[in-house]
């Protein structure tokens, strides 16, 4: 108990001792040398006023037992001699400091200090140095300031702020060469605003607050050394606001009143222009509309009136995947006695619907020969077929194939097959929704009546058993390269030959020859047909029209995403080590069209 | 006759147009001090020469501190702070009061001897830190900077020697210093010095050469009560 109070005693009389004492640095400079209590003896700090003499100071810490003066000294080595001297001077006034004066005083040379207690023989801290590293400069003196203008609103003004370098400091000569920073702050305000380092002895700061106390302080350093000495007293800087309503008043009152005008003004605009700004800004959202229609006609359903719209325009009708005008064509066609050997087209078509039953639009068919399937009731729901409409865009005088189930429709049909062009196919892409179904035919002849002859692609008609046969064959073929409403399974399933696959037929023309005659034999081609289809027997032989394929099945996504079209067979087994590297293949999807769940397939 | 007398004319013309001493000579374009271009003064000449060397000791200062940052050497090792300097052999004043006995010649001549054997040591620093990838280009532009202004600086204070000795403020015992002054950087255990060491000294040096031109300055145009 009495230790520790003579602890604590001999302590705060140290620290009393160093911040009375008279020098200058040593008060003040030794207020920031914080003893380490819990170390032993060791030194606070050394420092250099002006680079021509420095102190140095220790504290004793945790050893009570060496406070009186005399227990602990100071030896010092320089690089000029290498021997230990004891400190030339240790302060009387101030407890446990080393004063070097001018002579003993060497810039540019190392000093090394220790703290010894030569009794025991103990070094207890060393330390080295150069002197110019350990100069910290006077803060400067007589700061002052001076206004140099108000601003026109009276709200800010600006200073000018002067010191002078500190006494000590030989700046005349230049010994010294000092930079001085600057700093201010609201009076209370717990952050300085610091600015640059100055070399000369005065300063301007802008933009200060009226009515606003502003402390400023200044501090500086030797040019290209470290360390700053202690700051200057503090300045208050204050300058009173002059009142000045007068100005203001009017200015505001002002803009109230033009704001209040403003405001007035758009709100008159907007009731008066109300209809036409909703218009404007919140215009109608477009109801789906079609050239001509009504779009009431189609919400209630009425086809007929539909179709005859339809068709009284020029529109893309081939393009309705329904049976129903084809139907009727056939139906027309029988009725014709001179029609009947081309009647065994009809019957082919007939036929597909029959076989292919799995991708027919609701087309029920029995085994007898078309006709009956002609009136059969069991048609596309009116719903479907006028679902089908709207999905046609205009192509229409180029198509023989005619959608509205009006007889007089065919007779337009006829005269325009002329014309017939790779068009159905074109179209698909509108269509993608109606699923796996037989849509074309391909319109192989005309009869004398106007009506049209689909065939399956031959331009002679032959014996009708070898074309039942035939067409059996061809109608499976047709249904394998149905564009996007045969699946793939089917395909397989189906007898086909290699070289025209079921899923080339929406290959690009480019890719392969074959394919070419698959598009020209359009949905009802024998694979290895290479006739060219169309309307006349005497028509020029396909390509005249590469049958472009408006779109075709992904087969793959490869590595780098690309799409692959048409894959090379071998790739899978060349490469069965990576499978990773290629998304799998789709061996599910549906020709054509890529849905977008499968297009979730693709993205990696 | 007439036309004898005519070249004899003609050549002397031609003599006294041709003389070398006449036109041809390298005299200064500013002859006259007030009204032709302005002659810098001697104190003038101090200026520039002071603002250079403090500029040069800044830059010293910043490669010194980079490489402190970069290596952290221990700060107060016995050890490391003793190091030998390659220009330790030339006697310098240590303190304002010993600068400013020593007479001016000495004072000018310990200058130029300083700047003098830093000039192939700041040259090799250069060289060495440029092909050290520890430091970034800014690091040996600045030693190659450096190197360029102690260069300069030197060849300034040649100049102002020059003429300070024309204006007989300097007696002669000046010695042109001869390049045989070339001093190798070698530490105390005879290997090359390394680059911090080198740093380091080089701060030490150029922190001389400003106070001591100073100094000299303050001596030889006398201003302020200096």
């Not at chain 1, 007939?350 to 991708?359: E, V």
């Not at chain 1, 005619?402 to 007889?407: C, K, M």
């Not at chain 1, 196919?425 to 002859?453: K, L, R």
């Not at chain 1, 490469?575 to 799998?584: A, D, F, V």
Request: glycine share 6%; charged share 20%; aromatic share 8%.
């Amino acid at each position: 108990m009495a230790e520790a109070m003579a602890y604590s005693l001999s302590l705060s009389l140290l620290y009393l001792g160093l911040l009375c004492g008279n020098g200058l640095v040593s008060a003040r400079g030794s207020e920031l040398f914080t003893p380490d209590p819990s170390r032993g003896p060791h030194f606070t700090g050394c420092r250099s006023r002006e680079q021509e003499t420095f102190r140095c100071w220790w504290s004793t810490g945790t050893f009570q037992n060496l406070t009186e003066p005399g227990a602990l000294r100071v030896f010092y080595q320089t690089k000029n001699a290498l021997e230990w001297r004891e400190c030339p001077d240790y302060t009387r006034t101030v407890e446990n400091e080393c004063y070097f004066n001018k002579t003993f005083t060497h810039i540019w040379t190392s000093y090394c200090i220790q703290l010894r207690s030569v009794p025991q023989n103990i070094t207890y801290d060393d330390t080295c140095f150069t002197v110019e590293n350990i100069v910290h400069p006077d803060p400067p003196i007589g700061l002052n300031w001076t206004l140099l203008n108000v601003s026109r609103s009276g709200l800010h003004f600006d200073v000018l702020v002067r010191w002078a370098p500190p006494p000590s400091a030989d700046v005349q000569m230049g010994w010294m060469s000092l930079v001085y920073q600057v700093q201010y702050r609201v009076k209370n305000a717990s952050h300085w605003e610091m600015l640059d380092l100055e070399s000369g002895t005065q300063q301007s700061l802008y933009g200060l607050h009226t009515d606003k106390e502003c402390e400023v302080r200044v501090r500086c350093k030797m040019l290209a050394f470290d360390n700053f000495g202690e700051f200057s007293d503090s300045i208050f800087v204050h300058v009173a606001q002059i009142p000045s309503k007068e100005s203001t008043f009017p200015t505001t009152l002002v803009l109230i009143f033009g704001v209040i005008g403003v405001v007035i003004l758009l709100v008159l605009l907007i009731f008066s222009q109300q209809q036409r700004l909703m218009v404007i800004f919140l215009p109608p959202i477009p109801a789906p509309k079609i050239k001509g229609i009504d779009p009431e006609l189609l919400k209630n359903g009425k086809l007929d009136q539909l179709n005859s719209l339809l068709s009284s325009q020029d529109m893309y009708k081939p393009d309705f995947y329904h049976e129903d005008p084809w139907v009727e064509f056939i139906q027309l066609d029988l009725d014709d006695p001179a029609e009947k050997n081309e009647s065994s087209d009809t019957q082919h078509l007939l036929g597909l619907s029959r076989s292919g039953s799995s991708h027919v639009l609701n087309f029920k068919s029995d085994d007898d020969s078309g006709r009956a399937s002609c009136y059969d009731p069991e048609l596309p729901n009116p719903e479907d077929l006028a679902s089908l409409l709207p999905a046609h865009s205009g192509r229409g005088e180029n198509h023989p194939l005619v959608s509205s189930s009006s007889p007089s429709i065919p007779d337009l049909g006829i005269q325009q097959t002329s014309e017939v062009e790779e068009t159905p196919i074109q179209t698909q892409p509108a269509v993608h929704s109606w699923g796996n179904m037989d849509f074309y035919a391909q319109v192989s002849d005309f009869t004398p009546a106007g009506g049209v002859v689909l065939s399956p692609g031959q331009l002679n008609s032959s014996p009708e058993k070898k074309k039942e046969e035939e067409n059996e064959k061809k109608i499976q073929l047709q249904l394998l390269s149905d564009g996007a409403y045969t699946s793939e399974n089917t395909a397989r399933q189906l007898d086909v030959p290699p070289s025209p696959g079921p899923e080339q037929g929406y290959h690009a023309f480019p890719t392969q020859a074959v394919e070419g005659n698959l598009w020209n034999g359009e949905y009802l081609v024998s694979a290895g047909d290479s006739q060219t289809p169309y309307l006349l027997p005497e028509a020029p032989p396909a390509p005249t029209l590469p049958p472009v394929s408006d779109y075709t099945v992904v087969q793959e996504v490869d590595a780098q995403h690309s799409l692959l079209l048409n894959p090379p067979s071998s790739q899978p087994a060349l490469c069965p080590h990576t499978p990773n590297k290629h998304l799998p293949a789709m061996p599910t999807m549906p020709m054509g069209y890529l849905t977008p769940d499968l297009l979730g397939n693709l993205n990696p | 006759m007439s036309r004898s007398l005519k070249q004899v004319a003609v050549l002397l013309v031609a003599l006294l147009c041709l003389d070398p001493h006449g036109r041809v000579g390298s005299a200064p374009i500013c002859t006259h001090g007030p009204s032709g271009c302005h002659v810098p003064s001697l104190a003038d000449l101090f200026d520039r020469v002071i603002q250079h060397s403090a500029r040069m000791h800044s830059l010293s200062n910043d490669l010194h501190s980079e490489f402190e940052q970069y290596f952290l050497p221990s700060k107060n090792h016995i050890g490391k702070i003793y190091r030998k300097c390659h220009t330790s052999n030339i006697l310098t004043p240590n303190g304002k009061e010993n600068a400013q006995k020593l007479a001016r010649e000495e004072l000018t001549e310990v200058i130029l001897k300083l700047l003098m054997a830093w000039r192939d040591p700041l040259f090799q620093l250069h060289q060495s830190m440029a092909h050290q990838q520890d430091f970034n280009s800014f690091s040996s532009n600045k030693a190659l900077e450096m190197g360029d202004m102690a260069h300069e600086l030197r060849k300034g204070v040649e100049k102002v020697a020059e003429k300070m000795r024309v204006l007989g403020m300097l007696g002669n015992s000046v010695t042109g210093l001869s390049a045989a002054e070339a001093m190798l950087p070698i530490s105390d255990s005879g290997e090359a010095m390394s680059d911090y060491e080198l740093l380091y000294c080089f701060r030490r040096d150029s922190n001389k050469v400003q106070n001591y031109l100073k100094i000299l300055k303050c001596r030889i145009v006398p201003e302020h009560d200096c």
